[in-house]
Antibody, heavy 119, light 106 residues
Framework: EVQLLESGGGLVQRGGPLRLSCVAS????????MTWVRQAPGKGPEWVSS????????YYADSVKGRFTISRDNSKNTLYLQMTGLRAEDTARYYC????????????WGQGTLVTVSS | DIQMTQFPSTLSASLGDRVTITCRAS??????LAWYQQKPGRAPKLLIS???TLKSGVPSRFSGSGSGTEFTLTISSLQPDDFATYYC????????FGQGTKVEIK
């Protein structure tokens, strides 16, 4: 059974850093592209960043480029999102997702982790 | 960037109604489009991929159509469990979601 367990969210001050983690199980982690998608309250989901199975390729939305860093540790089946320079508009629930190719629908969603940036 | 526009943003309907939601892409996404259902406090749930392929286990009253820039999600006969917010997603280039259509009880 696939499980994606996101953690690390919480209340953080504007400008501060935060690191999210996602522990995956139930599939061969290093064979899959991993992605972070966020959803602000009352808004549609927003793609944030994706990383290749090896970790050698990464892509970011313009809204987070230069502030967020995606990474993975395949020995721990864990995906990370290092966030810096947080803004009020980064307040959202963050989900980690997996796909077999770069561009694909998202079939499995975990519960996500909530990030709240206070001003 | 590919923008996705959904309409209407809110739809009031009664049980048994036929409901249609439209999603328009700012440029062609071929058939690389998915539809999701989301209920309050829950993560989105995939209903349809590749514009018209129903995910296993999703009721057949849901259907999707379209290609290029214009897509529709149709619920043939609205059931109590269908009152929710629906999102489209293009995955032709990276990923972009629509802003959602809330289906509420009339």
């Amino acid at each position: 059974e696939v499980q994606l367990l996101e953690s690390g969210g919480g209340l953080v001050q504007r400008g501060g850093p935060l690191r999210l983690s996602c522990v995956a199980s139930g599939f061969k982690f290093n064979d899959y592209v991993m992605t972070w998608v966020r959803q602000a309250p009352g808004k549609g989901p927003e793609w944030v960043s994706s990383i290749s199975g090896s970790g050698g390729y990464t892509y970011y939305a313009d809204s987070v480029k230069g502030r967020f860093t995606i990474s993975r540790d395949n020995s721990k089946n864990t995906l990370y999102l290092q966030m810096t320079g947080l803004r009020a508009e980064d307040t959202a629930r963050y989900y980690c997702l997996y796909t077999s190719t770069w561009y694909q629908e998202f079939d499995y969603w975990g519960q996500g982790t909530l990030v709240t940036v206070s001003s | 960037d590919i923008q996705m526009t959904q309409f209407p943003s809110t739809l009031s309907a009664s049980l048994g109604d036929r409901v249609t939601i439209t999603c328009r892409a700012s440029q062609s996404v071929n058939s690389w489009l998915a539809w999701y259902q989301q209920k309050p406090g829950r993560a989105p749930k995939l209903l349809i991929s590749k514009a018209s392929t129903l995910k296993s286990g999703v009721p057949s009253r849901f259907s999707g159509s379209g290609s290029g820039t214009e897509f529709t999600l149709t619920i043939s006969s609205l059931q109590p469990d269908d009152f929710a917010t629906y999102y489209c997603q293009q995955y032709h280039t990276y990923s972009t979601f629509g802003q959602g259509t809330k289906v509420e009880i009339k």
